[in-house]
């Protein structure tokens, strides 16, 4: 099993353009997560997903979008990228019948200039 | 909102020394989860910590959840380069799809 995979590693943006970050996990979990991760910081959640077709917003959902079509994918969208969206961005998932102990992807840097 | 409060925030000893990190809330959590992130990786999960008083270990890595259920530490003895990174806490409140998780501790352990 490859666990979580996340695409791209490392993506550098200009203000006002966009991009979707791809997350995939092999896993059967039937929920997915979006974290933030700032520069020495702990996480934020952006948005989550507790199964395909139902997604909810987190903490810090301003500028993002996501869709869960199936139970493998959670992509992220961001629209109109500020400087303020430069970030690590994780994705996890989890089995609903467990405390909720997260799998994380390897995360994908932005930069957003 | 829930918080949970790490500390200290950052953390700088020698090989061999012995630490605690403390994760601090006013919220009760029904479970309550460590992670460790190391550089350039995603965090990745140690242990869950379940019933007030629990005290789990994991080699060097001894785990105890408050008896209120709104606090935890993580104490590592003789601590080695390898303990390196960011420590997390996360709690889980009832049933609920999500966590919150803490400010985080960053550990660096030098020879």
């Given at each position: 099993?490859?666990?979580?995979?996340?695409?791209?590693?490392?993506?550098?943006?200009k203000?006002?353009?966009?991009?979707?970050?791809?997350?995939?996990?092999?896993?059967?979990?039937?929920?997915?997560?979006w974290?933030?991760?700032?520069?020495g910081?702990?996480?934020?959640?952006?948005?989550?997903?507790?199964?395909?077709?139902?997604?909810?917003?987190?903490?810090?959902?301003?500028?993002?979008n996501?869709?869960?079509?199936?139970?493998?994918?959670?992509?992220l969208?961001l629209?109109?990228?500020?400087p303020?969206?430069?970030?690590v961005?994780?994705?996890?998932?989890?089995?609903?019948?467990?405390?909720?102990?997260q799998?994380?992807?390897?995360?994908?840097?932005?930069?957003?200039l | 909102?829930?918080?949970?409060?790490?500390?200290?925030?950052?953390?700088?000893?020698?090989?061999?020394?012995?630490?605690?990190?403390?994760?601090?809330?006013?919220?009760v959590?029904?479970?309550?989860?460590?992670?460790?992130?190391?550089?350039?990786?995603?965090?990745?999960l140690?242990?869950?910590?379940?019933?007030?008083?629990?005290?789990k270990?994991?080699?060097r890595?001894?785990?105890?959840?408050?008896?209120?259920?709104?606090?935890?530490?993580?104490?590592?003895?003789?601590?080695?380069?390898?303990?390196?990174?960011l420590?997390?806490?996360?709690?889980?409140?009832?049933?609920?799809s999500?966590l919150?998780?803490?400010?985080?501790?960053?550990?660096?352990?030098t020879?």
């Amino acid at each position: 099993n490859a666990g979580v995979t996340q695409t791209p590693k490392f993506r550098i943006l200009k203000i006002g353009q966009s991009m979707t970050l791809q997350c995939t996990q092999d896993m059967n979990h039937n929920y997915m997560y979006w974290y933030r991760q700032d520069p020495g910081m702990g996480l934020k959640l952006i948005y989550y997903s507790v199964g395909a077709g139902i997604t909810d917003k987190g903490e810090v959902p301003n500028g993002y979008n996501v869709s869960r079509s199936t139970t493998e994918d959670f992509p992220l969208r961001l629209e109109l990228a500020a400087p303020s969206q430069t970030s690590v961005y994780f994705c996890a998932s989890s089995y609903p019948h467990s405390y909720n102990e997260q799998f994380f992807g390897p995360g994908t840097r932005l930069t957003v200039l | 909102t829930q918080l949970l409060e790490q500390s200290p925030q950052f953390l700088s000893i020698q090989e061999g020394e012995n630490l605690t990190v403390y994760c601090n809330s006013s919220s009760v959590f029904s479970s309550l989860q460590w992670y460790r992130q190391e550089p350039g990786e995603g965090p990745v999960l140690l242990v869950t910590v379940v019933t007030g008083g629990e005290v789990k270990k994991l080699k060097r890595l001894t785990f105890q959840f408050g008896d209120a259920r709104k606090d935890s530490s993580l104490h590592i003895t003789a601590a080695q380069p390898g303990d390196t990174g960011l420590y997390l806490c996360a709690g889980r409140t009832g049933t609920a799809s999500k966590l919150t998780f803490g400010t985080g501790t960053r550990l660096q352990v030098t020879l």
